[in-house]
């Protein structure tokens, strides 16, 4: 059994947070839209904090009780609203960003399996998306690079800081709506969640993809959905800790993670992906994806 999951929440959320209380920050659409895959909704109750909404439904009593989750790959179709910029495989990077975060918060208590003999079978679903346009993430790039040549030249405010972060451009800023929900062996709902989020000019990272700002919001999602199966509490309420560093080096560096059984989702891109935003990278040269193919 892993450790007991900690009341974390993301840097790029604490940053967010403090960022968007302090300024009006140019934002992507949030919009919740119920596609229809959740066995009922009628339960579900609105939660929301500055750059995500979410309405949310939580067994926590059945919740404690279980032991064993199984993770259905997450379904992007591609006759979701939005999704017709985007490519099969950046659809496939976007989901499995989802469900690789989704794996290491829920092995924080539980153990995956792979089997149907689950006491939880978790799946989710991408219903919405508004892809990161080109021209105003390059713009941002641009710009930033810039910057970083005038520091290296000794010029303006930038002088020996190197890369300077600017805001992004607020043209097309990305969005990304998912449902999700954890079914029991009797196929009944125990917690459900639809979640919506957003692209900021501020604390989003910028890259020359369609489909990056889809790709960093799947990993908030699936960290929210992933924190409230496995804490049976409200995500969007938790409170602002630094992340330990279990998760710095699984969800950051790209190390193997807790239970083997999320390798099936690959790891995080580590150096390479850090280095690869830096310079605004698409996700996908440095994310290798799933490592097996996932089964559903």
């Not at 993809?209 to 889809?214: E, I, V």
Request: glycine residues 10%; hydrophobic residues 40%.
């Amino acid at each position: 059994m892993q450790s007991s999951p900690s009341k974390v929440r993301s840097l790029p959320r604490i940053a967010a947070g403090v960022a968007l209380l302090s300024m009006v920050a140019a934002c992507g659409t949030v919009l919740l839209n119920d596609r229809g895959s959740l066995t009922r909704y009628d339960r579900l109750k609105s939660s929301d904090q500055v750059a995500s909404a979410s309405r949310i439904y939580v067994d926590q009593p059945a919740l404690a009780k279980a032991r064993t989750v199984r993770i259905i790959p997450t379904a992007f179709h591609g006759d979701v609203a939005g999704a017709a910029p985007l490519t099969p495989a950046e659809r496939r990077l976007i989901a499995n960003a989802a469900d690789r975060a989704l794996c290491y918060d829920l092995s924080l208590k539980y153990d995956i399996v792979t089997s149907r003999d689950a006491d939880l079978t978790v799946r989710a679903q991408v219903t919405r998306v508004d892809p990161t346009d080109l021209l105003g993430a390059g713009a941002t790039i641009a710009g930033s690079a810039g910057v970083t040549v005038a520091s290296q030249l000794g010029l303006s405010f930038a002088e020996g800081v190197g890369r300077v972060p600017i805001p992004r451009v607020p043209i097309g800023l990305g969005s990304l709506t998912v449902e999700a929900e954890a079914l029991d062996r009797r196929r009944e709902q125990r917690a459900a969640m639809v979640w919506g989020g957003a692209a900021n000019s501020f604390t989003s990272q910028p890259r020359f993809s369609r489909a990056s700002d889809a790709y960093d919001l799947a990993g908030e999602f699936g960290q929210d959905f992933g924190y409230m199966l496995a804490t049976g509490e409200d995500p969007f309420t938790a409170s602002n800790t630094l992340p330990t560093w279990d998760r710095i080096r699984i969800t950051t560096l790209g190390e193997a993670p807790l239970d083997p059984d999320c390798e099936a989702f690959g790891r995080a891109p580590g150096i390479d992906g850090i280095l690869g935003d830096y310079i605004g990278l698409p996700p996908e040269y440095t994310d290798k994806g799933p490592a097996v193919p996932a089964l559903r």
